[in-house]
């Protein structure tokens, strides 16, 4: 984290106190416009014995989202989430509902509509990069090659998740009323691991309910 002196303790907000190691510090978070981009970027900023440390989070993701679908916990609708997410620069977002997996088609189908016109401008830069190639324009090459890289960055990333509830043993049985699963978020790498995902949340629901759709380790380790 780099480090500056007290005078840019202007135009932040301050989060939270929390202890950092044996010193008390003071988080703050600041969003700034740079003039390389038309985002701001975000920071976290530390106060320690008077001097700012700070770190650049404007790569920063959630994997842990819960949506509306996660009944009597989540509010937001997927839009808004992405809108939100897109809005603030991150280059993807997990969504992780409890139990379930009901939001899935609607974010795919929601992202691919915002990435739409990126993935076409690529798909027209491809075609310009083709084509100086061809006519051996390295120049027109190059710019092709750099926009393409320019708009990639563009691209937003779903991720699939889930916040699962593990049994404490087997899924088929509960040792006591309170085994209602202890929770974990699963996320998919790939596709196979979405696949994957989809066996375990389904399965989960028609044979390891007890006050929730409860997976086990055996489960897990299965299918990971």
């Known amino acids: 984290m780099k480090k500056s002196s007290e005078k840019n303790r202007s135009s932040v907000n301050k989060l939270n106190n929390s202890r950092f190691g044996y010193y008390v510090v003071r988080i703050f978070l600041v969003t700034l416009m740079s003039e390389s981009s ?9 106060e320690r014995e008077g001097w700012f440390y700070y770190t650049n989070m404007s790569k920063f993701v959630h994997l842990h989202v819960h949506t509306e679908y996660s009944l ?14 897109m809005a603030d620069g991150m280059p993807g977002m997990a969504i992780t509902d409890h139990g379930n997996m009901f939001g899935i088609k609607e974010y795919f189908n929601y992202v691919n509509k915002k990435n ?14 083709e ?6 324009d390295s120049e027109a090459a ?37 085994d209602t699963g202890r929770h974990l978020i699963v ?11 989809v066996k375990l949340v389904s ?16 489960e897990l380790a ?3």
């Open 203 to 218: 399965k989960a629901w028609t044979e390891g309910f007890y006050s929730h759709a409860r997976t086990d380790k055996s």
């Open 72 to 85: 009597l916990d989540g509010v937001a609708s997927i839009s808004s989430l992405v809108d939100k997410a």
């Open 131 to 136: 084509k100086a190639k061809a006519d051996g």
């Open 142 to 178: 190059a710019t092709a090659e750099a926009e393409i890289a320019k708009l990639q960055k563009k691209i937003f990333k779903p991720i699939f998740g889930c916040e699962m509830y593990v049994a404490q043993k087997s899924l088929h049985e509960h040792v006591d009323k309170k």
């Open 38 to 46: 038309t985002l701001p970027t975000l920071y976290i900023i530390i």
């Open 187 to 197: 996320l998919a790498k790939n596709e196979t691991g979405y696949h994957n995902l």
């Open 116 to 129: 739409g016109k990126t993935l076409g401008a690529i798909k027209d830069a491809k075609k310009a990069l």
């Open 222 to 224: 299965k299918h990971n």
